[in-house]
């Protein structure tokens, strides 16, 4: 097993986790959650999301215990006005900051140290990329530049963006008291992540925006307070306890 990674002041380390092909030790990692993950996992009707969730959960366990050496049941969490977790200071809250997202076959986990983040991944799924969805969540500014995209990069632009004010969104921890109109991020084919345009409340601090490589067919992006990151891709695998850095 390769050594578990140091993470300093400006690193940001995110997870690759795949959500697929642990049948065989879907018991084993369901015993790593608190009853409450193992409440919330229930009440997936399929077992393919119950299954992912418990991954997800028990991988994000897994990972952030190694960093603050706490077994992985003893890590707690407190939970903010809607919903954003945090790790209690007595399992290394405040030190390390952690955000989770998940969609189809894979999750993200990104940690950093000291810094407010939020990470999103999504599946690209042309069904929902349309404009009256657009209309529906996006600021008019993104409205007009998704409509200027041509047709068959369209997907690929519309999720860009969602990821982008998605994860804005988590870094926040506002949840769904934040309109996703409210803000602008930069998107289309060859435009560099940027946030154009932030709400009031959160413009007393520097956000940067970065896009993620992403498995094919996926689109994921990073929002983190500061600037000069240093950001690491890993991959987390399970059945053979491999920490594997995919990126130096």
Request: aromatic residues 10%.
């Amino acid at each position: 097993m390769q050594a578990f990674p140091n993470l300093s002041a400006g690193d940001v380390h995110i997870w690759q986790i795949a959500l697929s092909g642990y049948q065989r030790s879907i018991h084993t990692l369901r015993s790593w959650l608190s009853p409450d993950e193992i409440q919330r996992a229930e009440r997936f009707h399929f077992d393919r999301h119950r299954e992912s969730f418990i991954v997800a959960h028990a991988a994000m366990r897994q990972i952030l215990a190694r960093y603050v050496n706490v077994a992985p049941l003893r890590l707690a969490f407190l939970f903010g006005e809607q919903g954003k977790p945090e790790l209690v200071s007595e399992c290394g809250g405040g030190h390390i900051r952690f955000n989770l997202s998940h969609s189809g076959n894979f999750a993200l986990l990104a940690v950093a140290e000291g810094l407010t983040l939020g990470v999103d991944i999504e599946r690209v799924n042309t069904e929902f990329a349309g404009q009256e969805i657009a209309q529906r969540f996006f600021s008019s500014h993104e409205v007009m530049t998704l409509g200027a995209v041509a047709a068959d990069a369209r997907a690929d632009a519309f999720f860009s963006c969602w990821t982008r004010k998605e994860a804005f969104i988590k870094a926040l921890g506002g949840g769904l008291s934040i309109p996703l109109d409210s803000f602008d991020v930069a998107f289309g084919p060859d435009v560099p992540p940027a946030l154009l345009r932030v709400p009031a409340t959160a413009e007393a601090r520097p956000w940067r925006l970065y896009d993620i490589p992403a498995p094919p067919g996926y689109k994921a992006a990073l929002v983190i307070e500061g600037e000069n990151h240093r950001l690491r891709q890993l991959q987390w695998e399970s059945d053979s306890d491999v920490l594997a850095a995919t990126h130096p």
